[in-house]
């Protein structure tokens, strides 16, 4: 649960974009994403070598 502390002369819209920040930080959304379908450790583990093969390429600028 987030709580967001306000003050009494704080604006609407600046407690609500505190709350936004928060909950993109907090990753909820994300996590409920993956949870939506379950995804095997094999392809888990593969996505990520995958991922981090694109990330060294592109950094050593190898990349086809």
């Not at 306000?6 to 907090?26: G, M, P, V």
């Not at 990753?27 to 694109?54: G, I």
Request: hydrophobic share 35%; with cysteine.
């Amino acid at each position: 649960m987030l709580i967001i502390d306000s003050k009494d002369c704080e604006n609407i819209d600046k407690a609500l974009k505190k709350y936004k920040k928060k909950f993109e930080k907090s990753r909820v959304l994300l996590q409920l994403r993956e949870r939506q379908a379950f995804t095997k450790p094999s392809v888990r583990r593969r996505t990520e070598v995958l991922k981090a093969v694109y990330k060294q390429q592109l950094a050593t600028g190898k990349f086809d």
